[in-house]
């Protein structure tokens, strides 16, 4: 069974950054585009952006411009480097390959991230 590992996450003042990882088996990760997904408390869970094979990106109209998602296929590796965080931005964060309506694979345990002062 494919297992996800996200990490990085953590309380961060506003204006902070953060950098999430995202581990995936190398029998799959070059084969998938991969994306960041978020869960508000009391909300649906929500795509922040993807990043393909070809290493292009799109992301929410929310978090252009203060995320950077990179991918590291040496590493089976995806990141999510969040800059000028905000308090709205407070969410577990999750990584997996989009796939319609929700991910490709079962989700991981995610990684907390809080942005208050």
């Known amino acids: 069974q494919v297992q996800l590992v996200e990490s990085g996450g953590g309380l961060v003042q506003p204006g902070g950054s953060l950098r999430l990882s995202c581990v995936a088996p190398g029998s799959i990760f070059g084969i998938y585009a991969w994306g960041w997904y978020r869960q508000a408390p009391g909300k649906q869970r929500e795509l922040v952006g993807t990043i393909t094979n070809a290493d292009y990106t799109n992301y929410a109209d929310s978090v252009k411009g203060r995320f950077t998602i990179s991918r590291d296929n040496s590493k089976n590796t995806v990141y999510l480097q969040m800059n000028s965080l905000k308090p709205e931005d407070t969410a577990v964060y999750y990584c997996?390959?989009?796939?319609?309506?929700?991910?490709?694979?079962?989700w991981g345990q995610g990684t907390q991230v809080t942005v208050s002062s």
């Open positions: 997996n390959a989009p796939a319609v309506d929700s991910g490709a694979f079962p």
